[in-house]
């Protein structure tokens, strides 16, 4: 009976042990993030990208992102819904990180859509009609023109500045900074320059609900 009771305080204490041991293991993978995006802070906006909100909102959210991930698709309509909610103190910035086949052309597309004043608009479209044109986690670009042609987009010219050095090069400037803050999978967020603790809405949400309550305090301090 002694043995059995001491067997069974060895495993509770091996427990412990363990979720101790991960929980710090998660606490030193957010401290790395953290310090990585404070050390790549100028990584996190650029100037070419499409913001959502006041300029002076007092919390910034940026998502790096694909149209044709599922999660990104199933994540926007919550992330717009909270920010609709907080329409004076969110501000929301995307930023590219095409990891699909073939997503390098959507996000041509949808960069391009922004000289015809509709990026919101073809962003949209595309998530919403993301099954439409990603089969096999494979985007399939030569799909999504009907999809853009009812948000309002002029087809043709959106297919020539797809090709404009200008696109590419902002392209190329989100892969990078993503590839330096260690974005491997999307959506990817940071709030004031804050990674996730671990991936999950609900964690956004509470990130997003703590500086929220930091920034109600400063004001009224």
């Given amino acids: 009976m002694k043995q ?8 509770v204490l091996l427990a412990a042990l363990f979720a101790g041991g991960a929980q710090m293991y ?24 499409p913001s959502l ?16 991930c599922e999660t990104c698709a199933a994540f ?11 329409r004076e103190d969110i501000r929301l910035t995307v930023r590219y ?17 922004r000289k015809q004043g509709r990026f919101w608009q ?32 002029d087809i043709e010219r959106l297919k020539a500045d797809m090709q404009s050095p200008e696109i590419a090069r902002a392209i190329v400037q989100d892969v990078t900074d993503a590839r330096t803050l260690n974005v491997t999978k999307t959506p990817e967020f940071f ?19 703590e500086e929220l309550a930091a920034a109600s305090r400063a004001k009224a301090g």
């Avoid at 959210?61 to 694909?66: K, P, T």
């Fill in 4 to 11: 059995k009771s001491l067997f069974i305080i060895a495993l």
């Fill in 26 to 49: 998660r606490a030193q993978k957010a401290q790395q993030a953290a310090a990585s995006a404070a050390k790549n802070k100028e990584s996190l906006l650029r100037f070419h990208s």
């Fill in 53 to 68: 909100g006041r300029a002076d909102a007092p919390v910034h959210i940026v998502e790096f992102f694909d149209p044709a």
């Fill in 76 to 86: 926007y309509p919550m992330v717009k819904q909270m920010i609709a909610a907080n």
């Fill in 97 to 113: 990180a095409p990891f699909h086949q073939g997503s390098d052309e959507v996000v041509k597309a949808l960069e391009a859509s």
């Fill in 122 to 153: 073809a962003l949209e479209a595309l998530l919403a009609s993301q099954r439409a044109w990603v089969e096999h986690h494979q985007a399939r670009p030569e799909l999504i023109w009907p999809h853009l042609a009812r948000a309002g987009l």
């Fill in 191 to 209: 709030v004031n320059g804050r990674p996730l603790p671990s991936f999950g809405f609900d964690q956004l949400r509470d990130l997003v609900a």
